[in-house]
């Protein structure tokens, strides 16, 4: 970890004014729609870094191959933390494991004074199955004295495969009480904010609270206990002057 940090802090020497860098550290926390599972927290780091071509977005991070952080095209990647294991419920013993994954694919995005917008394609990137999604991402920066609070609404498009890979039962899988299940293409809406405060120039308090909103396609899987899936995280952020 120190060696983590001291790259970072090297990097962040090299960077001109008009670039920025943030850093920081602190809590995930995601529900899980499965029956009987409990939600997971993780630590993560925080990192908002723009540099020439090169973003970091906290968990999304690209390189922009035409225009630039006003409106561009860049190629993206971003993980995936959604899976269970067999033991994590007993509604899915028996059940093959799914695994987390990391997804990368294009990104077209804008801003401007009265906000920003974000389209995406992205694909799986590391397991064999033909997993892909779309998402429209819009939102808002609003700032009050200490305060910047960032309300953004998005729509996910999930295709078949994703949903048949998280959300469905294979026909070994099935028993009397748990059905085989394929589930179709779906599209889900979510919300989400960041609110930070800012202690000084260089430190401030970092919040992001999400909702994600399931089609009926996945929550009529019977392994699908709930219709949403909550997500948080806090961190004390430093920023480079």
């Known amino acids: 970890m120190k060696t983590i940090f001291l790259v970072f802090l090297?990097?962040?020497?090299?960077?001109?004014?008009?670039?920025?860098?943030?850093?920081?550290?602190?809590?995930?926390?995601?529900?899980?729609?499965?029956?009987?599972?409990d939600a997971f927290i993780l630590p993560t780091p925080v990192v908002f870094?723009?540099?020439?071509?090169?973003?970091?977005?906290?968990?999304?991070i690209g390189?922009?191959?035409?225009?630039?952080?006003?409106?561009?095209?860049?190629l993206m990647a971003q993980p995936r933390t959604y899976g269970y294991k067999a033991d994590d419920s007993r509604y899915l013993t028996g059940m093959?494991?799914?695994?987390?994954?990391?997804?990368g694919g294009l990104s077209l995005a804008a801003k401007n004074d009265l906000?920003?917008?974000?389209?995406?394609?992205?694909?799986?990137?590391?397991?064999?199955s033909?997993?892909?999604?779309?998402?429209?991402?819009?939102?808002?920066?609003?700032?009050?004295?200490?305060?910047?609070?960032?309300?953004?609404?998005?729509?996910?498009?999930?295709?078949?495969?994703?949903n048949e890979y998280y959300y469905g039962v294979k026909q070994e899988e099935s028993t009397l009480l748990r059905t085989e299940y394929h589930p179709n293409a779906s599209l889900n809406g979510a919300f989400e904010t960041y609110v930070n405060y800012q202690i000084n120039p260089e430190w401030g308090i970092l919040t992001n609270i999400r909702?994600?909103?399931?089609?009926?396609?996945?929550?009529?899987?019977?392994?699908v206990g709930d219709n949403y899936i909550a997500s948080g995280m806090i961190s004390l952020l430093y920023t480079f002057q």
């Not at 390189?63 to 860049?74: L, Q």
């Not at 093959?96 to 997804?103: A, L």
Request: aromatic share 20%; net charge neutral.
């Open 10 to 37: 090297i990097f962040a020497s090299l960077l001109r004014a008009e670039n920025s860098f943030s850093f920081g550290a602190g809590p995930y926390m995601q529900s899980q729609p499965y029956k009987g599972t």
């Open 49 to 60: 870094l723009e540099y020439e071509i090169f973003y970091v977005r906290w968990s999304q």
């Open 63 to 74: 390189v922009y191959f035409y225009g630039g952080e006003d409106w561009g095209f860049s």
């Open 96 to 103: 093959d494991e799914r695994k987390s994954s990391w997804e």
């Open 115 to 128: 906000g920003f917008a974000e389209i995406i394609y992205a694909h799986d990137l590391l397991n064999s």
């Open 130 to 162: 033909n997993r892909s999604l779309v998402r429209l991402k819009v939102g808002s920066k609003l700032k009050h004295e200490k305060w910047t609070f960032v309300p953004t609404l998005m729509l996910f498009w999930f295709s078949k495969g994703f």
């Open 211 to 223: 909702a994600d909103y399931l089609n009926s396609t996945i929550t009529n899987s019977p392994i």
